[in-house]
């Protein structure tokens, strides 16, 4: 494996546990005792900035070395990914925004690790990345955990939705 290469996976690494401090210590704290509507917006927000993945397919941002799969793969699943979140804010406070939260998440989260996954395929180097290195160091990271969150929140609302009709029917609630 090329020494950039381990840098690379390093920069991941650091990344993913970095976002998971915070995570953990400053946005969960946050996110866990709202409505799972409410909590899911901050995350569909942050998620609405993946049209940043569209940078992969900008000669002299990347290399014009970077393979052109996995250039095209990570650029329009992240605009799809973007789009998703969006449509998602309009439409939550009814029953297709929950659907709608449920295809962004899967679509999203799969998103990204089809992006590695095409990397890999592809044989990227580090380097190939130019400048829009950072995004999946710094930004994929992030956006693999607030996926997770999201996947948490989501399991919760079903819970509640399953949970409460069966409480009102023998008259607990």
Known sequence: MPQQMIWFFTSVAFGLIAWSVVTARYVWPLLRDRAPLEALRPILVLHSFRYIGLAFLVPGVV???LPSAFARAAAYGDIVAAVLALVTLM???????????????????????NAFYQ???????????GA???LPTVIVPLLMITH??????????????????????IGLG
């Open 63 to 65: 290399s014009a070395e």
């Open 91 to 113: 439409l939550l406070p009814s029953a297709a925004g929950m659907a709608a939260a449920w295809v962004f998440n899967v679509w999203g989260l799969a998103d990204l690790l």
């Open 119 to 129: 990397a890999n395929r592809a044989g990227l180097l580090a380097g190939q990345m």
């Open 132 to 134: 829009a290195y950072f």
């Open 148 to 169: 997770v969150v999201a996947f948490r929140i989501l399991a919760r609302h079903q819970r509640e939705v399953w949970v409460r009709p069966r409480t009102a029917r």
